[in-house]
């Protein structure tokens, strides 16, 4: 694993007087798959919202290499390289996979500025469109409006369409919430096939995925980093155990 | 944006040419010009409301602009009236790029009301500058003129008109299903999502205001010339009031459905003017509070919704949040009205 591909310095949002992120440092080496865990309201929603230009830092500044991505509006960040996915699926209800797909795909260029010609025109992406659906197990369902997926093809849809846009900076905002197991354990295979040549940043609070995934893994407490470190070594860590066990609701 | 069946679209097409055509042998010649260029206002508008998901309440700027300025350049400088008409549908762009610029980026209400704002000081400037736009007496005797051709009659003038309307429409149905169409549909239902997908959201919303204004200005010029005037109601606010009703009544996000709307608010207009009866808003007032409460999606969506399978069939015709259950709200709406 090489160098810090995304950096956090300082980083900080306050709304209203609740500081939520406050003063984050974090390094996501190059390749590696980093988890951000930590009891609800630890910021770490908000986090990811300033890694990807969702809302404007209070202080600090985020780097994607030597890039400074620091106040950058969420589609540059998208098209610089840093890609998201959302915790509450968030898809077009009305369009199909394919079609979510060909969006994604066409995205970076100036195709879809072009309102004199058919939107068939979409269809050059096909063929990159079916192999995305085929990776995350979507092809029987490609012609299907998204508003009518099933709840797991919904989340499986969500992974594509942020590998769609080929990313240096793949980020997982809860990608397994609200799963059963079975879709869990496919979940964990897709991100372990996807992550080739990628760097992954996930927000997860199912810790046999962070074991089985994630080899640094950051633990966030009231918006500051408590500890970090590879997940055998933070899990017996006294602060995380009290961090965890002081919030009821920290398991769910 | 037509009925799902492909079997069911060149029928339907073909049946609206038709009465395109008829239009005039049905109805009073100008009365079935004032149909086909309300019609076009409405789609231009649905364009906006319908399949950006942006509620403009002050599109009277740009149907009242080009129909000032299509006037104009028709008094003034003799040209052919399409090219009069195309000036107008040019000049309309052209203002609705500042505004759009300023308001694209306001959500919901606050969209609606700097529009309506806009128009008002739209309306201000032209009833101010009365050098120019004839202040309280308008523009007369604009003239309707071909290559020397007198179309000062309306049942002419109409067939001479529909070729612009019909581009108008065209316009409208190739955006929507353009790739860029695709985009404004992925930014009416859910914006946060194509901006993280790299799509810079603002700006296409101010591709689609720009296009919804041209193509209300194509039909506001075309009424201006045809009825040989342009008045200071083209640019009031009841003017952008009158094109929401046309489409809401029709039907949100249908095209159609605006064409229906149109007509039947024009009709019905009429026939409440020529029968001498003075409380015309109260009978279309009253007429629109029962189909919205009755038909939810508009005449039209909901006659669609009536014939078609509930499964299958069309794709980016079905009306925004069909497909998961719920109605019909786009932005800037704060309910189905």
Known sequence: MDGPVLRAQGLAKEFRGFRAVDGVDLDVAEGS?????????????????????????????????????TGRRPEQVARLGVARSFQITSLFPQL??????????????????????????????????????????????????????????????????????????????????????????????????????????????????????ADRVTVLQSGKVLVEGPYAEIRHDPRVISAYLGDPHAED | MIASRPAARPLLLATGLLLALALPWMVYPPVALDIACWALFAAALDLLLGFTGLLSFGHAAFWGTSAY?????????????????????????????????????????????????????????????????????????????????????????????LPLVLLGFLAVWRIVRSPFGRVLA????????????????????????VLSAALSGLAGGLFAVGHGFASLENVYWTTSGQVVMMVVLG??????????????VVLLNDYLVTSGFEGIGIVTGAIFVIIVLVFRRGVWGTARDLVRPRSGGGRRDRPPGEADGTPARPQGVGSPV
């Open chain 2, 186 to 209: 992925s930014i009416r239902d859910n914006p946060a999502r194509a901006q993280a997908l790299g799509y810079p959201v603002d700006r296409y919303r101010l591709l689609a205001f």
């Open chain 2, 69 to 161: 300025v299509a006037g104009l350049i028709a008094l003034r400088s003799g040209l052919p009236f399409p090219v009069a008409v195309l000036g107008g549908a040019a000049s309309a762009a052209l203002l609705a790029l500042p505004i759009g610029y300023l308001s694209v980026r306001l959500r919901g209400i606050y969209f609606a009301m700097v529009t309506l704002a806009f128009a008002q000081m739209v309306y201000f400037v032209v009833n101010q500058w009365r050098g120019l736009t004839g202040g309280e007496n308008g523009l007369q005797g604009v003239p309707r003129e071909l290559f020397g051709l007198d179309l000062s009659d309306s049942f002419l003038f109409y067939y001479a008109g």
């Open chain 1, 96 to 213: 199909t996979p394919r079609e979510h797909l060909e969006l994604a795909l066409a995205g970076a260029t100036r195709l879809t500025w072009r309102f004199w010609r058919s939107d068939r025109l979409l269809g050059r992406y096909a063929g990159r469109a079916a192999e995305l659906l085929d990776q995350v197990g979507l092809t029987a369902h490609a012609a299907t409006p998204a508003g009518t997926l099933a709840y797991g093809h919904k989340r499986a849809l969500e992974l594509a369409l942020a590998l769609a846009l080929d990313p240096r900076v793949l980020l997982l905002d809860e990608p397994t919430a609200g799963m059963g197991a079975e879709d869990i354990d496919r979940t964990v295979e897709l991100v372990r096939k996807v992550r080739a040549g990628r760097t992954v940043v996930m927000v997860e609070h199912n810790m046999s995925v962070v074991s089985s995934l």
């Open chain 2, 251 to 264: 039907g949100i996000g249908t095209l159609w459905g605006g064409v229906l709307g149109a007509a039947l």
């Open chain 1, 33 to 69: 798959v980093h988890a951000l865990v930590g009891p609800n309201g630890a910021g770490k929603t908000t986090l990811f919202n300033l890694l990807t230009g969702f809302l404007k830092p209070s202080a600090g500044r985020i780097l994607l290499g030597d890039r400074d991505l």
